[in-house]
């Protein structure tokens, strides 16, 4: 890499990672840099959760290398991998909401965490927060009671309730009405607008890739098959590639 | 083993997939050779080798966390209520029982050989030393170590462990530290309670059959109840909600994906929950014969 270019934010460098005979990732590599909004597409069980979750430390990978903010991430000691994950926010795929907390709750807990936010201002951010999603009326709601759409914002809305510097977004539209997925994927687009957040996306919708992605990556038997902007995609000739974009040509 | 996080850690992910790997529930279709007999033996050990092994990591890393904060002392209170106020009833119920039944079946035994005046020492010995806590360590094995290793399970496989981390709080301190000693503090008072009211029972059985006054009786029971009767009793108790607590998380924690995996979780904590109380119960009455001597 030459001098005069910037550290990405994330570099992911030929990750491996299998479960017992089944190998999902088989040399990824990739950079984020800040600021900037990147989008992962891939069939069903091709491996990009596991991506995400071996990026913020979730899931070991067997070799490679990941650094975040210029932390190595693997064999990072776990105070210090706690501190990182503070200026991280993941949003779920299945959202994982506390059941056993109200959504009031479930947005508050990070935040009571970090020390330094008083109750007021945790209350003020929830309600914010919920305002952003649209589910001020669900406040005290148990996550039981929430259909999958609306545990999906509610995970969202937590995530990014720490105003977190980076976040992961798996499927953070799966699920939801055209409507809707169209406000969160202008959502993800304002943060990344107003606050600079930096982000990757798992999605299969591509009108959201469409809305946030400076840059698309294909994810393939296990490697990047392809990466580009949308548009360059669009016009790619790759056959995986084109059976993507085949639905919105 | 290749995905826990922080560099101490116990495998805790995997176990999985090492177990479904090996052949065990595979019925071969026609009579292997001998050596493949070998390799499932051997594969079998390896794998509970490798639970116990887990197991017991798991467990020393509870002394590393719980004299260290952040404490959890919020958690910790919720699960007082949860774990062991909720278990009052049951035991209320079972002691009163227990000492009844105990007496009822002792005294004419004891009359027999003209020992009838023992009855209260006898009743309190056995309730105090070794009934009294077993069976509160069994009946809240059964009750809370399935209920931990649910809870905990379910959170596990619906991915909640994995956003407690990525939230930066360490799963282990959060869940598994404040239930384990929760555990650990309530069941000497319930086993204390517990042997309060079988000794109780023990009374309402001799009023029955001989209205005898309460007040001789229990004079008895408390001068027969010494100091080394009451503390290893009692004491032992807080190693069996130890392990109340740990089984069920440990359980809970390394429940495979799906709710099928909860429901093991949960059934598989009570047995071995369950096993280990009195086959530790077994250890700790041999220790106590070899400190304080055969006599007490
Ligand atoms: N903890 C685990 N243990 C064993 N196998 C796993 C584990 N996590 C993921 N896998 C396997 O890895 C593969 C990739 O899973 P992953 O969840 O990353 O898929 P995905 O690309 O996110 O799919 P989807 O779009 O359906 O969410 C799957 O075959 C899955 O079975
Ligand atoms: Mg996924």
Redesign the pocket.
Known sequence: MSETEIQPLIEVQNVYKS??D?D?LKGVSMQVHSGSSDVIL????????????SIVGL?IPDSGNIEVMGHQVIGMKASALNKLRKSIGYVF?YAALYDSLTVRENLAFPLQRHSGVDEEEVNARVIEQLRLVGLESAIDKMPSELSGGMKKRIGLARAIITKPSIVFY??PTAGLDPITAREISELILNLEEQFGITSIT?T?DLECARTIANRIYI?DAGVFLISGTFNELKESMEPTTRKFFKVVA | MN?SKSPSDVPL??E??TEKRTPAGETPPSRPPQDSYGQLAMSRIRSSMEQVYGITMFGLKFFRYVFVPPYEWSQVRKHFDELGAKSIPLLTIVGVIMGLILALQSRPTLDRFGAGGFLPAMIALTIVRELGPVITALIVAGRVSSGIGAEVGSMKVTEQIDALEVSGIDPYNYLVVTRVLACAIILPLLTAYLDFLAIFGGYIAEWISSSSSMQLYFTEVVQSLTFYDVIPGVGKTVAFGYIIGLIGAYQGYNT??GTEGVGMAATSAVVLASLNIIFLDMVIIQLTILILGPGT
């Open positions: 479960f017992g089944l999902v891939g069939r069903s069980g091709i491996g990009k959760s596991v991506l995400l979750k899931l795929q798996d499927e798992v299969h994810l | 995905s992910k995997e999985v997939i495979s994906r």
